[in-house]
């Protein structure tokens, strides 16, 4: 079945409370839509102001820093009459300036983002109304910077999920080619150089197969895991980069969960996240192959004779991160290496894997599949047959 990013179950903004009163899909979608509402009627130097705010906080939080100053505005309008303009009410001048993070926060572990948190929930409880409110502000104007500037926006994607999978992976369809990709801005990475200013800019078209993805940049294997930049560093930079995405989102969530109603935070994260986890997969699937050339390479020079351990890496699409899956296939000591081995080991780590309750489904559909590539390679049986 297509899932679509403005149609899937997780299409907060298409549920209304008229259709959904009583979900929690709703009361985020309300509380988002108040929030929105109330920043749209402040004046527009005061949307100014905390927009500000909220980039200088957004970095910080993103950059890990281990604290971050802000300010609250002067006067806010603290609600939205139905007829009219709101009345600005003044912010008293000692809650103004702000401090989140320090010295105990960095002793006892507590990320700026944790302690930014904290540091505005405190204030949202505030006897002043004003200052109440020109905190949840600038909690709504920090995660909306970190979803719509922090983070490009990317095509216009379709994904399908694999048979008894959960995550659609797979790119499907997708915007029409353009008729040149010398023309086309979304199809195209474009560079300039100040040497070369006055010759114009330089258009590198990407791939057909990165073009089905959503950030066609940082696509690194085609469907059949070929390998579609200059290194395995290079794929593994590529990865990293769509991780730092996600987490921005992640970040922006965990400051103010009501931004999962935002459409532009739907797009992104069903975007990225489809390609993540086809990408993430993909690298494992190739090191798997390095890993079985390396093995074949070293037992024909006879430099497997004194033990072999594997590590056999495998994409987590819970944590969205890459992983090993650690065993031995034969003890430390002078025992000369067989293929055998290695079949023995990989179906035995198959019936664990196949138990293990810590892996999604469909981490484990992945790990069971790399493994199985493993004992293939090596079953001289098989082959024989």
Known sequence: MT???????????????????????????????????????????????????ARQLAEAVVQHLPQARFTLPDKVVIEVPADGEGRPVSVPTEFREQLAGGLIDRLIGTDLGAALRQRLAELEQSDHRAVAVSAGLIRYATAVHMVHHMLPTGRSVTYIAAEGEEIPTIPVGGEPEPA???????????????????????????VPAARRFYMPQWVAFDDEGHLLVNSINEAEAHLASMQLFVAVLHKAVSLAPYIVADEDYQRKRYGMLGQLVNQGRALA???????????????????????????????????LEMKTHDFQVIPAGRIMFVPAFVVRAAREEQAKVAQDTRL??????????????LEQAFDTSAKSR
């Open 3 to 53: 899932s679509k990013p403005r149609e899937g179950a997780r299409n907060l903004a298409a549920l209304s409370p008229a259709s959904a009163p009583e979900s929690p899909a709703s009361h985020l979608q309300q509380e988002y839509e108040t929030r929105r509402t109330l920043f749209q009627a402040q004046p527009p130097m005061v949307q100014r102001f905390l927009e500000g705010q």
């Open 180 to 206: 040149s990709a010398l023309t086309a801005a979304t199809d195209v990475v474009t560079e300039e150089g100040q040497l070369e200013a006055e010759r114009g800019e330089l258009v590198v078209p990407y």
């Open 360 to 373: 999604s489904p469909s981490t484990r559909k992945h790990l069971l599949a790399e493994l199985k590539a």
């Open 285 to 319: 699937r190739y090191e798997t192959g390095e890993i079985i050339h390396t093995i074949r390479r070293r037992a024909a020079a006879r430099d497997l004779n004194r033990g072999l351990s594997l590590s056999l890496p495998y994409f987590d699409d819970q944590a």
